[in-house]
């Protein structure tokens, strides 16, 4: 069965540093996602994005956030300067058509700032 | 921002027995709600939905209930299975009708069934 792939499963870094966080969606996906979840807390959506946009973002995607899907399979989350309460797990998602309950997740990357 | 709750961390269940999971929401703007499994190091995957026109949808062992008017839904599991042993997030979206895909989630109910 297809299933949505992340890299790395955890992630070491330092405050302060720019991490990128890759997935791989489903290949007939056309929308992504990624959502966050701190420990202990609930999973909080982050931003969504179709035909190379954002369609849709949270409060907690500022300008520190980006997303980007630099090649035909990636959907790359970029934090460029990472803070101690970015540490959580990320959660990227796809879906093949538009709708909450077709998205698909991958088993998530654990971030943690230092 | 507690939009979502679930307010019981965990529970336990003897296996053949029925799972009761409850949600509550504060957000009259819901309109599509979700159950989600998740097992260790995995991802959560989708369980079971229902809109809010409806009041029960069932696939299987697993039926979810929706009460408007008090704002909660629960997620019955029966018989209960070792298998069902993961957590379980409640989820909302609203305005799905019109494409949204924003998702709300509880924090979630650890659901242990004993054999």
């Known amino acids: 069965e297809p299933e949505v792939t992340q890299t790395p499963s955890h992630q070491v870094t330092q405050m302060g540093q720019e991490v990128i966080l890759r997935c791989v969606p489903i290949?007939?996906?056309?929308?992504f996602y990624w959502y966050r979840q701190i420990l202990g807390q609930k999973v909080e959506f982050l931003v969504s994005?179709?035909?190379?946009?954002?369609?849709?973002k949270s409060e907690i995607f500022d300008d520190q956030f980006s997303v980007e899907r630099p090649d035909g399979s990636n959907f790359t989350l970029k934090i460029r300067s990472t803070k101690l309460e970015d540490s959580a797990m990320y959660f990227c998602?796809?879906?093949?058509?538009?709708?909450?309950?077709?998205?698909?997740f991958g088993p998530g990357t654990r971030l943690t700032v230092l | 921002d507690q939009q979502v709750k679930q307010n019981s961390p965990s529970l336990s269940v003897q296996e053949g027995r029925i799972s009761i999971l409850n949600c509550d929401y504060t957000?009259?703007?819901?309109?599509?709600f979700l159950w989600y499994k998740k097992y260790p190091a995995e991802g959560p995957t989708f369980l079971i939905s229902?809109?809010?026109?409806?009041d029960k949808n069932e696939d299987g062992r697993f039926t979810v209930f929706l009460n408007k008017s008090a704002k909660h839904l629960s997620l019955h599991i029966v018989p209960s299975q070792p298998g069902d042993s993961a957590v379980y997030f409640c989820a909302a979206s609203e305005g799905v009708n019109f494409g949204n895909e924003k998702l709300t989630f509880g924090t979630g109910t650890r659901l242990t069934i004993i054999p």
């Open positions: 994005f179709y035909n190379n946009e954002i369609s849709e």
């Open positions: 998602a796809s879906s093949e058509i538009r709708g909450v309950d077709t998205q698909y």
């Open positions: 229902i809109s809010s026109i409806k």
């Open positions: 957000n009259s703007m819901f309109d599509y």
């Open positions: 290949s007939n996906h056309l929308y």
